[in-house]
């Protein structure tokens, strides 16, 4: 009874191990079958279309057409100062889009502060290089050359005054009493040890631009996604990000894949949709950040030539995040609408792609 017992023991450990070798036997096989796909994927001879742009979101009206006039307006419309007369220090040369310069009165609240003597550039970066940030919101500062010109603060340039901007919103949210309290402190540190005065804007006029400026984000803040979902076997991951990168996509370490615009910034980007741990992926997702993206770059194009070439060559399709079927038709419609998007941005004076639509938008 006593050997019956064993051997039967013996029997089940045997079939136990068994089973697991013949499991990762399995797992192995499967994982053999996708990293074997992928590869003949992007060996075969399919046409390179990642990169191809034949297609230019979603729509959203402006809703503050004349918002850089008002924000100036409440900016400067002051208790105890009425607007900047034109010939002073603090409105010559308006900062232009044009420039880009890292002072926006479209965005930022601007406090000018007048020196009594013009001061070098060398000591105005040692009294602002700490002030960067005040919160989450971002402070820079311009300065006004003895020529007249707003410009970048820079060594052996000599200035007469100095512009310093918060910024009045992003996406995480519009500039509060308690950060805008922080900033004129701040500020007025700085004039102290500058010599220089300032007029300090009414809080709630700025409080007030802020939530307009931020109606204005949320109503544009427009991502489009579109995802390649496997018709039958997973995809080695190994394998995909290997080829992936040999197409131009850059692997970030959090394991999303950015396609970058050929200058400094990102057309598109591309998740796995799976943990660091995880081998294989049934389903990509490629996602469009619509206003830090320049028309001309045509990203919603270059995004959904990438997916349809993703799935040709892996044996995908086209979906939406419900799983249902994106056609070829449906994406040019978007991509109509996506054109209107940034028409509509651009008359807003907040042109898709442009450093002020990055800066609001991050």
């Known amino acids: ?35 074997k796909s992928v590869e003949r994927a992007f060996l075969g001879g399919h ?13 959203q009206e402006p809703q503050f057409a004349q918002l850089h006039d008002q924000l100036h307006d409440q900016q400067y419309d002051t208790p105890n100062a009425a607007a900047p007369d034109e010939d002073s220090p603090a409105t010559t040369s308006r900062v232009t889009s044009e420039r ?36 989450k919101k971002p402070v820079h500062f311009i300065g006004l050359t003895i020529d007249g010109e707003r410009d970048e603060i ?57 939530r307009e400026l931020h109606h204005f984000v949320a ?18 991951i190994t394998s995909l990000l290997g080829a992936l990168e040999k197409q131009g996509f ?27 741990s995880e081998t294989l992926t049934n389903r990509l997702t490629l996602l469009l950040d619509v206003p830090c993206v320049a028309p001309d770059l045509d990203g919603f194009g270059a995004m959904s030539a990438c997916a349809r070439s993703l799935a040709t060559r892996l044996g995908g399709k086209v ?11 449906a994406l040019s419609e978007i991509a109509a ?10 008359e807003a004076q907040v042109p898709a792609g442009s450093r002020r639509a990055k800066r609001l938008f991050s």
Not at 253 to 264: A, E, I, N, W
């Open 1 to 35: 009874m006593t050997d019956f017992k064993f051997s039967l023991e013996l029997g089940l450990a045997a079939a136990g191990v068994i089973f697991i070798v013949a499991l990762i036997a399995y797992n192995k096989w499967q994982e053999h079958r996708a990293r």
């Open 47 to 59: 046409e390179d279309v990642l990169m191809q742009r034949d297609i230019p979101g979603e729509r």
């Open 100 to 135: 880009e310069l890292s002072v926006d009165e479209l965005i930022d609240c601007v406090i000018p502060l007048e020196f009594e003597a013009p001061i070098r550039g060398e000591k105005l970066l040692q009294e602002t290089m700490s002030l960067k940030y005040i919160g």
């Open 154 to 210: 820079a060594h052996g340039s000599i200035y007469t005054a100095l512009f310093a901007g918060i910024q009045m919103v992003s996406r995480s949210g519009p500039l509060n009493e308690l950060e805008y309290s922080e900033f004129v402190g701040k500020l007025r540190d700085i004039a102290d040890n500058l010599n220089a005065h300032s007029d300090i804007p009414d809080m709630n006029k700025v409080m007030s631009a802020a």
């Open 219 to 236: 109503e544009h803040d427009a991502q489009l996604s579109v995802n390649v979902l496997s018709n039958g076997a997973p995809w080695d």
């Open 250 to 276: 850059d692997v970030r370490p959090d394991g999303r894949l950015v396609m970058p615009d050929g200058d400094t910034g990102n057309l598109f980007t591309l998740s796995t949709n799976v943990s660091a």
């Open 319 to 329: 979906v939406d995040d419900g799983n249902q079927e994106i056609t070829k038709e």
């Open 337 to 346: 609408q996506v054109k209107d998007f940034c028409n509509a941005m651009a």
